[in-house]
Nanobody, 116 residues
Framework: QVQLRESGPGLLKPSETLSLTCTVS??????????WSWIRQPPGKGLEWMGA???????FYSPSLKSRTSISRDTSKNQFTLQLNSVTSEDTAVHYC????????WGQGTQVTVSS
């Protein structure tokens, strides 16, 4: 069974860069047809898709976050990574890594708080 686990800092200050890593086990991030996404949920709000990277390594991003977001992968470690620049309090959210041919597999989520 495919399992995903997020890791990264839980507390950031405004203007810093958020970096989260998702480690995938039980399956390969190069599985044909799979996509690996980052999704977040701010307090009291719905889910927001941030971006994804395909099984072939092509990233694509939400238009609202594109200017600040980068998603990359390390196939040797079966990991993919999110970087979000210039964070503000508006980026406070639970962040999930998600994968599969759709949103089949979810990590447990990690809380990221931006506060001075």
């Amino acid at each position: 069974q495919v399992q995903l686990r997020e890791s990264g800092p839980g507390l950031l200050k405004p203007s810093e860069t958020l970096s989260l890593t998702c480690t995938v086990s039980g399956g390969s991030i190069t599985t044909n047809g799979y996509y690996w996404s980052w999704i977040r949920q701010p307090p009291g709000k719905g889910l927001e898709w941030m971006g994804a990277i395909t099984y072939s390594g092509v990233p694509f991003y939400s238009p609202s976050l594109k200017s600040r977001t980068s998603i990359s992968r390390d196939t040797s470690k079966n990991q993919f990574t999110l970087q979000l620049n210039s964070v503000t309090s508006e980026d406070t959210a639970v962040h999930y890594c998600v994968g599969g041919s759709g949103w089949d597999y979810w990590g447990q989520g990690t809380q990221v708080t931006v506060s001075s």
